[in-house]
């Protein structure tokens, strides 16, 4: 235990020692904490649909009809028919031929990567992309070259110098989560093609979010769904959820039914999180005013923040990140903007580069004109009592 405490010890020095904050409600555009009502900007409710009725209703529904557990693995005894039908609307959604629910993103990720490559093939990823997609590319047994940020150059470079006889697999977030650009999937389909590659895109904070009718990466840049291989996404962001997906084609669905291990041996997600998941997937596609509203609040909140001098990353999605460098720093940062009434999560390493550390600021279509504003106003206070601007 020793080795544990000393590591625990170095974490603290460093900055970089994690505490849990326990919420006292929902997710929702105010929450409350400790007793006090801040304006949360930490969530990834980005539709603000975590404590809409109709997902409570959905949930409450499949309660009724199946009870609380699946009670075993999808291949045994855990699929209903609301699992078909979540996996049939997330396939029409994506614009896909099938798709396959899993527990998690991390697990849908880990499952895509460790069931379709594997020795002999090389894997062509993002440095920025997501830890499962890190974790799935080493459990793959694939090669792994990693490219620069959303560096189209750079992975032309290295798919050109990089033979195999394998198979060339390129993959990438599609927003990245802890920057919120969005990758540039035409130039990367465009290579696929000329490098002879299979793209695979994890769309967990696009889905819903991108795209007229909220499919995510693909949707935005209007790219055919066949160019783009593999599409993971997740059911705990803009659907509100718990759970992960993948869609693509018919075969390759179900040979991910057939061999993929997160798949095949853990218990199939519970039916009240399926039956509001299969609301929250209408709701993407029946109201786009969510997509549009959450779009313009980010655009002001990026604007309001640029013009006071913070440094804001360049992006377009509902993930504001302001870069303050030094861990500490930024978790006093965080510090101080819940003392002026906003709950806002400092974000370090590992989870970004060093050097970086950073207020990760989301949105919900649901926060008002004012929260915004609110929003503001505290990051521009605690950066003026940090320094951090004049
Ligand atoms: C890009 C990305 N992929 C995958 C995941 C994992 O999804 P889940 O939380 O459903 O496991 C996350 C975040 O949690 C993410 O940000």
């Known amino acids: 235990m020793q080795r544990f405490q000393s590591a625990l010890h170095h974490l603290k020095e460093a900055g970089l020692y994690r505490r849990m904050r326990s919420m006292g409600s929902a997710s929702a555009p105010r929450v409350n904490v400790d007793g006090r009502s801040l304006v949360m900007c930490a969530a990834n409710n980005y539709l603000g649909l975590v404590d809409d009725d109709r997902l409570r209703e959905g949930a409450i529904d499949a309660i009724h009809r199946y009870g609380t557990g699946a009670s075993g693995a999808r291949l045994i005894t855990g699929t209903t028919d609301l699992h078909l039908h979540l996996e049939q609307a997330l396939a029409e959604l994506k614009q896909t031929e099938a798709a396959i629910v899993l527990n998690t993103g991390y697990m849908a990720n880990l499952a895509a990567l460790s069931t379709l ?10 440095e920025l992309n997501h830890a499962s997609i890190i974790d799935g590319c080493r459990l793959s047994k694939a090669a792994v070259v990693v490219y620069r940020h959303n560096d189209m150059d750079d992975l032309r470079h290295k798919l050109e110098n990089y033979a195999t006889t394998g198979q060339r697999l390129i993959v990438t977030d599609g927003v990245f989560s802890m920057d919120g650009d969005v990758a540039d999937l035409p ?4 290579l696929a093609q000329a490098y002879d590659a299979w793209v695979m895109v994890d769309d967990a904070h696009a889905t819903g979010v991108f795209g007229e009718h909220g499919g995510g990466t693909a949707d935005h ?56 998941a299969l609301r929250a997937v209408e709701i993407v596609s029946a109201e786009p005013q969510r997509r549009k509203r959450l779009h313009a609040l980010a655009q002001r909140l990026r604007k309001g923040l640029s013009e006071v001098g913070l440094q804001v990353i360049p992006g377009e999605a509902p993930i504001v990140p302001i870069v303050i460098g ?35 600021l989301t949105l919900m279509a649901t926060h008002a004109d004012e929260d915004i504003e609110q929003i503001i106003d505290a990051c521009t206070k605690a950066g003026k009592e940090l320094g951090v601007i004049s």
């Open 326 to 360: 030094d861990p500490e720093r930024t978790l006093e940062y965080s510090r101080r903007l819940e003392h002026h009434g906003v709950f806002a999560t400092a974000i370090r390493p590992p989870t970004v580069p060093p050097g970086t550390s950073r207020i990760r």
């Open 117 to 126: 490559v594997g020795a002999g093939d090389v894997i062509f990823s993002d």
């Open 221 to 276: 840049y209007g790219l055919p769904a066949d160019s783009i291989h593999i599409q993971v996404g997740t059911l705990s962001k803009a659907l509100a959820c718990e759970g992960g997906f993948i869609a693509g084609s018919t075969v390759l669905i179900d040979y991910l039914r057939n061999r993929a291990r997160p798949f095949i041996f853990s218990t199939a997600l519970s039916p009240p999180v399926i039956g509001a």
């Open 187 to 190: 130039a990367i389909t465009d």
